[in-house]
Structures are given as structure tokens and as C-alpha cells.
């Protein structure tokens, strides 16, 4: 790396971020409990990111991101309901 580039980066970099915290939407979503009549609990592994986590979906405009997740559920022969 030359030493300009060195100098410059840190630089460049936060000016990236501001530009793309500004420039893109944000992403919400939703993460559920699923856990069968045992007490065992439903996790997914993505191919994407390391580790076990709790199933989930993104929400759209205008559509809550549980009733995204709800519908994959049910699909699996999973029964849902919503709990605060």
C-alpha cells in the first residue's frame, strides 16, 4: 500500500460511511422463538454468517416482517401466534 493511499484511507472511509448511511434505506426485521411441544428450540444456519440463530425475516414496506416469518412457519406445518 503506498503511503498516500495509507494517509488518505481513514479519511475516505468516513466519508464512505456518511454518504452510505444517507444513500440507503434501512433494513428492518423480525427474529422468532420457535420452540416445539418438547421445549426444543428452532434454529437456521446461514451459509452467509457463522453460527446458529433464531429464524427471522426482512420487513417490507407497508408489511409487518412478522407476517413474513409467520407464513414461512406455517408453511413448515408450524402454528404461530404473536406474544409480546
Do not use: D, Q
Not at 460511511?17 to 418438547?38: D, E, F, K, P, Q
Not at 407497508?62 to 408450524?78: K, Q
Amino acid at each position: 500500500m503506498t503511503p498516500l493511499r495509507r494517509a488518505l484511507e481513514p479519511a475516505i472511509r468516513r466519508a464512505m460511511h456518511a454518504y452510505w448511511r444517507l444513500s440507503r434505506g434501512m433494513t428492518l426485521g423480525v427474529r422468532a422463538l420457535v420452540v416445539n411441544a418438547a421445549g426444543e428450540v428452532f434454529l437456521v444456519k446461514h451459509s452467509y454468517v457463522a453460527g446458529w440463530h433464531l429464524p427471522g425475516a426482512a420487513s417490507s414496506r407497508g408489511r409487518p416482517g412478522w407476517t413474513r416469518s409467520g407464513a414461512s412457519f406455517t408453511r413448515r406445518g408450524a402454528s404461530c401466534r404473536a406474544a409480546r
